[in-house]
Nanobody, 127 residues
Framework: QVQLVESGGGLVQAGGSLRLSCADS??????????MAWFRQAPGKEREFVAV????????QYADSVKGRFTISRDNAKNTVYLQMNSLKPEDTAVYYC??????????????????WGQGTQVTVSS
């Protein structure tokens, strides 16, 4: 069974940085064959797309709200995807989830295109 485990969340002041990690700790699938993405959900709001990294390499996409501040990357040898978050704002406060795409999905911001999700990690940005 695929199990994605996020880590790296926490409390940070506005303007600070955090690096989230998401690992397939059991190495249960071929990481390099799947697009990986980050979504987030703030209290009382719907889950929203943050960033995606294509399985085919070299292609990423970001939500407008994080463009220029967040960077998604992956290490296929470690079955891990990362989200480097800089210049954090209070509005970035949310639970952050990583997700694995269904096969053949290249870049997608649609939650239904992802079949496995991590349990989430809380990011809180204080003003």
């Amino acid at each position: 069974q695929v199990q994605l485990v996020e880590s790296g969340g926490g409390l940070v002041q506005a303007g600070g940085s955090l690096r989230l990690s998401c690992a397939d700790s059991g190495r249960t699938f071929s990481f390099s064959f799947h697009t990986m993405a980050w979504f987030r959900q703030a209290p009382g709001k719907e889950r929203e797309f943050v960033a995606v990294d294509s399985w085919s390499g070299g292609s990423t996409q970001y939500a407008d709200s994080v463009k220029g501040r967040f960077t998604i990357s992956r290490d296929n040898a470690k079955n891990t995807v990362y989200l480097q978050m800089n210049s954090l704002k209070p509005e970035d406060t949310a639970v952050y989830y990583c997700a694995r795409s269904r096969l053949a999905i290249r870049l997608s911001a649609v939650p239904d295109d992802y079949d496995f999700w991590g349990q989430g990690t809380q990011v809180t940005v204080s003003s």
